[in-house]
């Protein structure tokens, strides 16, 4: 029995020593994790990187069909302009069947963006619509750093100009200053570009008036206006294509026209004195000499007297002949 107890009593000794050895086990494991967990904790606060702020360029284009263009561009001018921003382009014009059309292009606050979208798609009925985000976060940053490196590279050449003594080198240094500055309001346009278009989001917004609907033409019969209306619509096509008939033959007519004027001014006054003297011509030929087959007769001539003789009288002379 003594033996029995000590052994049991050495075993719970045992298992009470096992126990706090297992207790004092976990408690260090407890708090070698709770170490680990609280190292990770600060080394992955102390590494954290900062945050950055997005710059993200918005556009939209609106289609809305509304009653009144005026009104509805005037609903959207002041929603704009209440949201602080401005009225760009803007572009109105009328169709062949009247209706008017409006396109322009609002600038408002990135901020303000899906607020003044949303009150622009309530004006009429929605068409159409299109957005686009572009981030450019890396491309400002980038901007960024190039212009604070192209600042120092400014300055570091302004001070080689201010220790140089040598004429050659001023005339260098000088012109390579002139570069860099060039470069660097390049780089500071990109900036206020970028800046512009990252603040300021783009809404293209296209008003148009709702087409007033027609009756149906399968239940209607045309009537007496229906018939005027076509025949005064044909009348003015006629016209019109006469008009364009006239207009092209006009140039071929007025030449024809001086071309008589010249033929009656000019060439056929001249024609009748011509044949008045071809007509004398021909009178003077009928008076010459009568023509034989070896040419024309003499003239007959009076022969003097011989011997005392009288002439003979032309007509016995004639007949002895």
């Given at each position: 029995m003594a033996v029995t107890g000590?052994?049991?009593g050495g075993g719970d000794a045992g298992s009470d020593h096992k126990s706090a050895a297992d207790s004092a086990a976990g408690g260090e494991a407890q708090r070698g994790a709770s170490g680990r967990a609280g190292g990770t904790a600060s080394g992955a606060k102390a590494t954290a990187p900062p945050k950055l702020t997005s710059h993200i360029i918005r556009t939209a284009s609106l289609t809305v069909q509304v009653k009144d263009v005026?009104?509805?561009?005037?609903?959207a001018r002041t929603a704009t302009e209440s949201a602080g921003g401005y009225i760009g382009d803007e572009n109105t014009s009328r169709d062949e069947e009247g209706h008017e059309q409006t396109r322009v292009v609002l600038r408002v606050p990135a901020d303000r963006y899906d607020e003044v979208l949303t009150g622009l798609e309530g004006t009429g009925?929605?068409?159409?619509?299109?957005?686009?985000?572009?981030?450019?976060?890396?491309?400002?940053?980038?901007?960024?750093?190039?212009i604070r490196s192209q600042r120092a590279s400014v300055a570091r050449v302004r001070g080689l100009m201010d220790q140089a003594s040598d004429l050659s080198d001023v005339v260098s240094l000088e012109s390579e200053l002139s570069r860099r500055e060039a470069d660097l309001e390049s780089l500071l346009a990109q900036q206020a570009s970028l800046k512009d278009r990252t603040s300021l989001?783009?809404?293209t917004l296209s008003l148009s008036e709702t087409p007033v609907r027609k009756k149906d033409a399968t239940h209607d019969e045309p009537g007496f206006a229906d018939a005027l209306s076509g025949g005064w619509?044909?009348?003015v096509t006629v016209v019109?294509?006469?008009?364009?008939a006239l207009?092209?033959?006009?140039?071929f007519a007025v030449t024809a026209a001086l071309l008589a004027l010249l033929w009656l001014r000019v060439v056929r006054p001249r024609l009748p004195r011509r044949t008045a003297d071809a007509s004398g011509a021909a009178g003077a030929a009928g008076?010459?000499?009568?023509?034989?087959?070896?040419?024309p007769l003499p003239a007959a001539r009076p022969v003097p007297p011989q011997g005392g003789e009288r002439p003979a009288p032309s007509g016995e002379g004639g007949a002895r002949e």
């Open positions: 000590c052994s049991a005026p009104k509805a561009l005037d609903a009925k929605l068409v159409s619509r299109t957005a686009q985000a572009q981030d450019v976060t890396d491309q400002v940053v980038d901007v960024d750093s190039r989001a783009t809404i619509h044909v009348f019109h294509w006469i008009a364009l207009g092209a033959v006009l140039p008076a010459a000499p009568p023509m034989t087959a070896l040419g």
